[in-house]
Each structure stands twice: as C-alpha cells, then as structure tokens.
C-alpha cells in the first residue's frame, strides 16, 4: 500500500507485521510487543494511572481515569477483532510499559478511518516504542484498507509531532485552546492524519 501526504509524495506503508515480535531498543534491551488480551486488564488500571503522573500530554487529569479491572476487561472484550480496532501493548521485564490502539468509529459513514492513540512509560521514551508501535498501527491500517488514519497531539509534544511527520502523517487543523493543561494554560491540540491509497 501507498500512502500520499498533502504535498503528494508517496510513502510507502510499514507492512504489517505478525505478532507477538520482539523489539530491539536504542538501549541494547528487547522488548515484545503483542495484542492487549483480557488478563492484561489489571496491569493496564495500573499502568495509565502511573502515566498521568510522569506525563502532561494525555487526556486525563491525575486521577480522573478510573476504569474498573472489569470494565477494562470488556473494552478489550469489546475490542478484540472487532472491525477497525486493534490494541497492541509492549511488555519489558513482564510488565507493561507501552500501549496503542486504533478505535473504530461507530458508524459506516466513518468506517473509512480510524483514531489513534499511544502512551509510553517516561523511562522509555527515546527509545523508539513508540514508533514501533505507531510503524505497526499504520502497517495493519493500510492491510485494513483503511483511507485515513489519525490522531490528536499537543501543540508543544515535539518528540511526538516529529515522529508522526516521520511516519507520513500530516497537520489537518488545529483547535485553539482545547485542552487545559496542569499548569492552568490552555494548549492547542494538532489533528494530524496519514492517508492511504490503493
């Protein structure tokens, strides 16, 4: 599959690749990736409260994410090979310490694209999880024969802004002050897409 960006160059979709596969870190370490099941609903309840701590670039407060084990647990019921969906987390030492996911619209009117979001442990930001989970996400949407991809970024999220760049998402628009931020400022949120063509 291809990929054109607003200025139309052609970039070449990651395939999609079989999983659970190892991914080698800029650090020497291996991590694995795989699909989110079930059992995992615990370590996730545990892993996004953590994250909201270490990051001000999610969608919650500290605190405000409060899904049960069991209501996990069905949302990746409800997820799991559902059309337009995937979720995908990458373990270390056991231990979940990246997640993804594609979340499906709701209606066929929309049922060409699909949103997406990452959260990755600070102590492995830099170490390129995040794009192995994004690369693997952008492969399994161009197998999908999806049209488009996207997602919402802070306007101050450079690492994250330039690795979607890097990936062949481009800025459809920006929404001015949408999301307020720890320190009491309000922050611009980029919606930025990846196109597919056949």
């Not at 054109?4 to 596969?21: T, Y």
């Not at 161009?142 to 890097?166: C, E, P, T, W």
């Amino acid at each position: 599959m291809r990929c054109m960006s607003d200025d139309r160059q052609a970039i070449v979709a990651p395939s999609v690749r079989a999983l659970p596969r190892p991914v080698a870190l800029k650090d020497g370490r291996t991590a694995v990736m795989r699909l989110l099941v079930e059992p995992d609903a615990g370590q996730v309840c545990a892993f996004f409260p953590r994250m909201h701590e270490e990051s001000d670039f999610l969608n919650y407060f500290p605190g405000e994410w409060s899904l049960t084990v069991e209501q996990e647990r069905e949302f990746i019921r409800e997820h799991t090979g559902r059309a337009g969906a995937e979720l995908l987390c990458v373990e270390s030492d056991e231990r979940i310490v990246a997640l993804a996911g594609a979340h499906p619209p709701k209606f066929r009117r929309d049922a060409h694209h699909t949103e997406i979001g990452v959260a990755v442990s600070r102590e492995f930001w830099g170490l390129g999880l995040g794009r192995a989970l994004v690369g693997q996400l952008v492969g399994w949407g161009a197998h999908q024969g999806l049209r488009k991809m996207y997602l919402r970024v802070f306007d101050d999220n450079h690492r994250a802004i330039a690795l979607y760049r890097s990936l062949g998402f481009v800025e459809e628009g920006r929404l001015k002050g949408d999301v307020l931020r720890a320190d009491g400022r309000y922050s611009d949120s980029i919606v930025m897409a990846r196109f597919f063509t056949a």
